[in-house]
């Protein structure tokens, strides 16, 4: 499979990141923003695991070694595995950070460059948030799927943080002017808590590959299929496996047949089989197909 437009994704997404992130963490120290900072950490945290991301890509698509003999597809779950427990203990992390600050009393914000500097940001990050998710269904590649998600976790606390700041110049020289100091933390808080949920899930997808739980739709669509050919060509029994390992699927079937039943030539065979795999329908280049014929039940 080739993943070389996959791969030129990622290396967008890693220069865009790294420039982002550097400069969200020099801004933010510089305006005193846990949250501008924490995006910004966010960011550079990102780009090294895009960028083991993008060696999996690479990885995926050469044709195994004498070790690995049915590929690197297996990497691409723990990647994202890995990925997503990062991300998501750097938003725990945050949001615990947020607390501490809220029980000292929080800090004091600059205003106006803030606000501007969370609006550019935010729409930036949003920007590349939709084109990866676009790439991501495009090229049907989990791991811009996940680039997406880390994306659009970075704007949503850049627009947060804009919106927190806009709440805290109403309030500034009010009665309620002391409430200000909380703003930023408060911002930081809701946020990470709000977009904990990305990571996690990209997590619980990626722990089914890790595990090879059956996917409900393709069992169901194998199953479907083999009942058919099962009943239309007269064989006795079928047994079907299946499992999921990144973008590959693979699917093992065996049919049993009568001991006396004449199958024909191998170009007979090889037909029957691509009956089978056009009946079964989805790509052929993203799933590892086996089918087995046998006379003996047990061999199921």
């Not at 725990?92 to 800090?107: F, I, N, S």
């Not at 880390?150 to 109403?170: C, K, P």
């Not at 029994?237 to 006396?260: C, Q, T, W």
Request: proline content about 2%.
């Amino acid at each position: 499979m080739d993943t070389s437009r996959e791969q030129t994704q990622l290396r967008l997404s890693i220069f865009i990141t790294f420039l982002v992130g550097a400069s969200c963490v020099g801004m933010g120290l510089v305006l005193r923003s846990q949250a501008i900072a924490f995006d910004g950490f966010y960011s550079l945290i990102d780009v090294v695991l895009t960028t083991g991301a993008l060696a999996v890509s690479r990885l995926v698509m050469s044709e195994g070694s004498p070790r690995f003999q049915f590929g690197y597809w297996h990497l691409e779950p723990l990647v994202v595995a890995f990925n997503a427990t990062v991300l998501a203990m750097t938003c725990g992390y945050a949001a615990l950070t947020a607390v501490q600050d809220l029980l000292k009393g929080g800090h004091e914000l600059a205003f106006g460059l803030g606000a501007m500097w969370a609006a550019l940001i935010g729409i930036v990050s949003i920007a590349l948030a939709l084109y990866m998710n676009r790439k991501s269904r495009l090229l049907r590649s989990t791991l811009l799927k996940l680039d997406a998600h880390g994306w659009m976790i970075g704007g949503g606390i850049s627009i947060a943080v804009l919106v927190g700041y806009g709440i805290a110049a109403i309030l500034h020289g009010g009665p309620y002017d002391s409430f200000t100091r909380y703003i930023d933390s408060t911002v930081l808080l809701v946020v990470t808590l709000a977009l904990l949920p990305l990571p996690l899930g990209s997590l619980a997808s990626a722990m089914r590959d890790v595990l090879q739980l059956a996917p409900d739709a393709l069992d169901h669509r194998v199953r479907t299929a083999m009942q058919d050919v099962v009943r239309d060509r007269g064989y006795l029994e079928f047994a079907s496996y299946v499992a999921k390992m990144g973008r590959m699927s693979f699917i093992d079937i065996h049919i049993l047949v009568s001991p006396n039943m004449e199958l024909g030539s191998m170009a007979e065979v090889d037909e029957i089989r691509a009956d089978i795999a056009r009946r079964i329908g989805g790509d052929i280049r993203a799933e590892w197909l086996t089918i087995v014929f046998t006379g003996k039940k047990e061999w199921l």
